[in-house]
């Protein structure tokens, strides 16, 4: 796997319920975009402890985020930083930036009445949110201009992060 330095934030919500990064990870196996992990051990461990699937020495993480922010504010490390996300194809942003995402659905279209996921982004989310994304441009000198919600991003054609979230540093 060829590892990646990101250039971007790309901010998305999950469109459901409040579910944890593996049970994210089993739903994202399916489509068969998941990234083996072999290297260094002490994360494939962790990734093991946790309840990822092994292969050969290795692990797989196919949830297509980085990170999974959950309802109570609690940060799931999806895929290590390095490996190249499955979260946005447009403009090649899966070799190009962190893919965050917020368990909920967002979108007042698709989740009216909240039975698809909570229907607003929680406090505590968006402040681990904030957290996170000042903490990522830090490490990897990204600009503000480049933390951009899904439907941000040149050429995407979705409605994700949804009209309910609200977002500003
Ligand atoms: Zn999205």
Same mark, same amino acid.
């Not at 922010?69 to 999806?78: F, L, N, P, Q, T």
């Not at 447009?90 to 279209?109: E, Q, V």
């Given at each position: 796997?060829?590892?990646?330095?990101?250039?971007?934030?790309?901010?998305?919500?999950?469109?459901?319920?409040?579910?944890?990064?593996?049970?994210? %990870?089993?739903?994202?196996?399916?489509?068969? +975009?998941?990234?083996?992990?072999?290297?260094?051990?002490?994360?494939? *461990? *962790?990734?093991?402890?946790?309840? +990822? =699937?092994?292969?050969?020495?290795?692990?797989?993480?196919?949830?297509?985020?980085?990170?999974?922010?959950?309802?109570?504010?609690?940060?799931?490390?999806?895929?290590?930083?390095?490996?190249?996300?499955?979260?946005?194809?447009?403009?090649?942003?899966?070799?190009?930036?962190?893919?965050?995402?917020?368990?909920? %659905?967002?979108?007042?279209?698709? %989740?009216?009445?909240?039975?698809?996921?909570?229907? *607003? =982004?929680?406090?505590?989310?968006?402040?681990?949110?904030?957290?996170?994304?000042?903490?990522?441009?830090?490490?990897?000198?990204?600009? =503000?201009?480049?933390?951009?919600?899904?439907?941000?991003?040149?050429?995407?054609?979705? *409605?994700? =992060?949804?009209?309910? +979230?609200?977002?500003? +540093?």
């Amino acid at each position: 796997m060829e590892r990646f330095y990101p250039r971007f934030i790309v901010i998305h919500h999950t469109a459901g319920h409040d579910v944890s990064a593996l049970q994210i %990870n089993r739903i994202h196996a399916a489509r068969g +975009f998941g990234v083996k992990i072999t290297e260094p051990l002490s994360l494939v *461990e *962790e990734y093991r402890e946790r309840g +990822f =699937p092994c292969c050969n020495g290795g692990v797989v993480i196919s949830i297509g985020y980085h990170y999974l922010i959950r309802a109570d504010g609690s940060v799931e490390k999806g895929r290590p930083d390095f490996a190249p996300g499955a979260h946005c194809t447009a403009s090649g942003m899966n070799m190009r930036s962190i893919g965050i995402a917020l368990t909920g %659905n967002f979108s007042s279209r698709d %989740n009216p009445s909240g039975k698809k996921g909570h229907p *607003e =982004p929680t406090a505590a989310q968006l402040k681990a949110l904030k957290k996170l994304v000042s903490f990522l441009m830090d490490v990897y000198s990204i600009p =503000p201009s480049g933390v951009l919600g899904h439907s941000k991003v040149p050429g995407a054609r979705t *409605e994700c =992060p949804g009209d309910r +979230f609200v977002f500003s +540093f």
